[in-house]
C-alpha cells in the first residue's frame, strides 16, 4: 500500500502546486503585462475616481441619463440587487411566462412616461434583461429610441446627441463577432463632456 501511497501523494502535490499556483499565477502576470487594462477589471476613471467597469451595466434612471438593459439579478437574499456581479443571471423566465409580459409592460409604460413623444416600437433590449443581467451595452437602436428625451432632459441639440451616440457606437468583434452595440457608461460620461 505504501508504494501505491506515496506516488499518489506527490503527484497530488505537484499537479496541485503547478495548477493551483504556478499556472494561475503565471496567466494573471502574463494578461497583466500584455493586457493590463484588461486584466486590472476594464475599470473607467474620471478625475482618478473609478466610476465603473466596461463590461458591467450601471442603473441609470435619470432622465437626462441614457439608460441600459434591465438587470435581472438579485442579491444574497433574492431580492432585485440591479447589476450586482455578484449574483450574475437572467431572470430565466420563459416568453410564455405572464410575469415577463407584465414586467416588460411595465418598462414599456416607464419608458413611455419618460418620453411620451417617442415614436416608434420600443428596442426589445430597452425591456428585456440579458442573460448574465450585467450587460452594459445597449444597441444603437435602443440609444437612437432614448436621443430626444435625453437631449430635451439637458438643454441640448437633438443633432448633437445623435452625433454622440454615433460616435460612440462599437462594431462587431473582429468585425463579424455579434452586433454592434454601445456602451452605456461611456457614452453616458461622453455626454457629460457634451456642450
Known sequence: MNTQLRPALVSFLALSLLTGLAY???TTGLAKVLFPHQALGSLVYRDGQVLGSEWIG????????FW???????DANNKPLPY???????????????????????RIATLKAADPDAQGPV?????????????????????AYQVRRVAKA????EAKVRDLVVAQIEGPALGVIGESRVNVLKLNLALDQLR
Open 123 to 143: 428596442p426589445v433590449d430597452l425591456v428585456t434583461a440579458s442573460g448574465s443581467g450585467l450587460d452594459p451595452h445597449i444597441s444603437p437602436a435602443a440609444a
Open 68 to 74: 441600459g438593459r434591465p438587470s435581472a439579478t438579485v
Open 24 to 26: 494561475p499565477l503565471l
Open 84 to 106: 450586482n456581479a455578484a449574483n450574475s443571471g437572467g431572470s430565466n423566465l420563459a416568453p410564455s411566462n405572464p410575469d415577463l409580459h407584465n414586467a416588460v409592460q411595465a
Open 154 to 157: 439637458r438643454g441640448l441639440d
Open 58 to 65: 450601471q442603473s441609470f434612471t435619470a432622465p437626462r441619463d
